[in-house]
């Protein structure tokens, strides 16, 4: 921070009666000539007696030869600071003089204070006083008890408003000024709590000249950073170790942005300096990991000490074991940021798509939405994700420097990763709900007003989010309509949500429908239409009060759609069907039935499992098998299959794509399908002996959780499969 150049009182006086001369001289010589002779002679005298004795004041007053620009007015320095109340003070006292208090009574209570008149706020009435040896409380205290002052006070330090670290590179980043980081730096203070951050990457250039101090170390070996490296070997084998090394460059440009040294003279400024990296590495130096691995890194990041997890890495396709290690870290207390994805898509991207994560996308220096920046209901902020300068190993940039410009919803990942953890180093006993609500009330709202599938909330705001106030009582909120348990008729279902705030202060009310948002509203009444198309079976339907302080809650009710007629809310396979009928996998018969007792055949089968699976059907004809012609409706299908190593034929070259198939055959396509591992351990199924040749696709299966026997511990392999246990086993699998 830098103080301007301060002169004395005197000095600027003498400037302002010598800038101010040759007009008092004017208006004094346009006197004379309207006076007699004699009294303008005396007129003009005085005149130039008095500009006389403030030249020569002005002269007295001037440096030496020799002086330096300090001596020529007193220089604000830290040596004439104090503080009072934990608050820097000048060693000055400012006061405002009772009406009738003379002059000379003033000098008089001044000596007594130690203190010297040195200037005034004539539009205030307020004295300023400089003091020398007195202490500032004791002068404050003679000063009140004279009974001469309205008041006295010290005259307080301020620091600019926004402060200005000394990294070289500060002025090329212009991410950190457009989320006002000066202001909350400023506000923040230098008093914070430190906050393990895990960046879940391509691991960390340890020796980075700007991550020194940045990483966090073992509570354990206080030489050892704390940070893990978890992969997959070549026989599919899921290790661990110590090896953190970035040979990519991603994790450092992400650690960077977070935590990169600020104020140290050296590169670049990063977001939250009370911030400690650790680096858990789960993408290889190309950049890709594996699920298993991720999951890994995350709940290791949870077990050892992480408050926020940045997962700058995105995947089109969803995943169970990422959703419950989102679940398990989420439990745990942990703020979840994870980008939204380059594609320019809007379809969903894990684990940013699952909830109590917060999905970021980017928006360049002016504001405006990236392209490439995917879009879409799991979007909840945006932040600077363009031309982000950041650390980055040298021996990796394009040019052999420590620092490279990025682009992506990675690097916007970083900044909401940064202030998350700037909230938490202020107010560590923040939760993470507090923390997301934090940001969201606070966001700059950018887009369409509200919550939009392209800006979420908004772009994030530092400056707003590091005031995290006194008010931690969450609103209420409730469900207006509809009621509980509603059956869905129309084609849309109206939503409306009722809230109430002790401090009257909602800022918006979010609405779900089955974990995904489908609206925002932000003033009174909180209402959203649901477009009942979307509905299928048993749905949730959440509302999420916010209010300007980052507190929630929540409501949500049950609502039901049935699709068949056959298949009603009470029947033991409802929600599979209609899971399956959502997302076109399975339709009906004429007059709206679904005949769940009905049985399956081979290759109906076949078509339900490559649908869910997304496979695409084949379009050149090969005719695998003599009984399944290119007349027959599911030999797109079936040769598709096939081509995928799902399914074989009989020995005779048939695939009997009519007969039933049967409970065996399933768990043996669905083995063949990668659904689930081999895993035989467990009790046998008394029908089900080891000798048996589907004894290891039924025991996988079983272990797996898809399929299940019945009360006798009879698995009945033989038995032909019903649409609705299709429906339930697909389910279990895929859904």
Same mark, same amino acid.
């Given at each position: ?26 208006? =004094? ?96 009435? =307020? ?152 680096? %858990? ?75 109590? %994560? ?378």
């Amino acid at each position: 921070m830098s103080f301007s150049r301060r002169y004395s009182y005197q000095e600027r006086h003498r400037q302002r009666i010598k800038r101010a001369a040759p007009e008092f001289l004017l208006a =004094i010589c346009s006197l004379a000539i309207d006076r007699s002779p004699r009294g303008r002679v005396a007129l003009l005298l005085t005149a130039f007696l008095v500009v006389a004795l403030v030249a020569g004041g002005a002269i007295a007053y001037a440096a030496p030869a020799n002086s330096t620009p300090e001596k020529l007015g007193r220089k604000f320095v830290l040596s004439d600071v104090g503080t009072v109340d934990g608050m820097a003070v000048a060693k000055q006292i400012l006061i405002h003089v009772k009406p009738g208090v003379s002059p000379k009574m003033l000098e008089k209570l001044n000596a007594k204070a130690g203190a010297k008149s040195a200037s005034s706020i004539r539009k205030l009435g =307020i004295v300023r006083v400089t003091l020398g040896d007195t202490d500032i409380d004791e002068a404050v205290r003679i000063y009140k008890s004279s009974g001469l002052v309205e008041f006295a006070e010290p005259n307080y330090v301020r620091r600019a408003t926004a402060f200005v670290p000394n990294d070289p590179l500060y002025s090329q980043q212009w991410g950190l000024t457009k989320i006002g980081m000066g202001q909350a730096w400023e506000t923040a203070g230098t008093t914070l709590n430190p906050v393990n951050v895990a960046v879940l990457d391509t691991g960390v250039d340890a020796t980075h000249e700007d991550l020194k101090g940045a990483l966090a170390m073992s509570s354990v070996d206080s030489s050892k950073i704390l940070g893990r490296h978890f992969y997959t070997d070549s026989y599919g084998r899921q290790l661990s170790d110590d090896s953190i090394q970035d040979n990519a460059g991603h994790g450092t440009h992400i650690s960077g942005i977070i935590a990169g040294r600020t104020n140290n003279g050296l590169g670049i400024a990063g977001i939250a300096s009370a911030a400690r990296i650790m680096p %858990v590495k789960v993408l290889d130096d190309v950049g890709f990991g594996d699920d298993a691995s991720i999951a890994e890194g995350m709940i290791w990041a949870a077990d050892n000490g992480a408050r926020v997890i940045n997962m700058s890495l995105a995947g089109p396709t969803p995943s169970s074991t990422l959703a419950n290690a989102v679940k398990y870290v989420r439990n745990k207390g942990m703020v979840i940021v994870a980008a939204i994805g380059n594609e320019g898509t809007s379809s969903p991207s894990y684990p940013a798509a699952y909830e109590g %994560v917060i999905g970021v996308g980017a928006v360049d220096s002016q504001d405006a939405w990236v392209p490439q920046s995917n879009s879409g209901p799991n979007v909840d902020v945006v932040a600077p994700g363009m031309s982000i300068l950041s650390t980055f190993p040298p021996a990796k940039s394009s040019n052999g420097q420590p620092y490279e410009v990025r682009s992506g919803t990675s690097m916007a990942t970083g900044f909401v990763s940064g202030l998350a953890s700037m909230i938490l180093s202020i107010n560590p006993a923040l939760s993470a709900n507090r923390v997301e609500g934090i940001l969201y009330v606070t966001a700059d709202d950018l887009g369409a007003t509200g919550w939009d599938r392209y800006y979420g909330h908004g772009r994030i705001n530092a400056s707003r989010a590091v005031y995290v106030g006194s008010d931690n009582n969450p609103p209420a909120v409730t469900i207006s309509s509809p009621t509980d348990g509603v059956m869905v008729n129309g084609p849309t279902l109206a939503v409306s949500a009722s809230t109430y705030d002790t401090e009257g202060s909602i800022a918006l009310v979010e609405f779900y429908v089955n974990g995904e948002r489908v609206g925002t509203d932000v003033a009174p009444p909180y209402e959203c239409s649901i477009n009942a198309s979307n509905l299928h079976g048993k749905s949730t339907i959440r509302t999420v009060a916010y209010d300007n302080s980052g507190n929630s809650s929540s409501a949500e009710v049950t609502c039901y759609k049935q699709t068949f007629t056959d298949v009603g809310i009470s029947y033991w396979a409802f929600q599979d069907v209609e899971t399956l009928a959502a997302f076109g996998v399975i339709t009906g018969y004429p007059g709206g039935m679904f005949e769940p007792d009905g049985l399956v055949n081979r290759a109906e089968f076949v078509k339900m499992i490559a649908e869910s699976m997304g496979l695409p059907k084949k379009l050149n004809y090969s005719g695998y098998f003599k009984d399944v012609p290119n007349t027959h409706w599911a030999w797109p299908y079936i040769e598709a299959a096939y081509d995928m190593g799902i399914i074989t034929g009989y020995r005779d070259g048939e695939f009997l794509p009519d007969n039933q198939i049967k409970r065996v055959e399933v768990t043996n396509i669905l083995l063949k399908s990668g659904i689930f591992p081999i895993n035989i351990l467990g009790s046998e199924f008394t029908d089900v002996p080891m000798s048996y040749w589907g004894y290891k696709p039924i025991m996988s299966a079983r272990n797996a959780g898809i399929v299940s026997g019945y009360p006798d511990n009879c698995f009945r392999p033989e038995r032909a499969l019903s649409r609705a246990e299709a429906a339930r086993i697909i389910k279990n699998s895929l859904y």
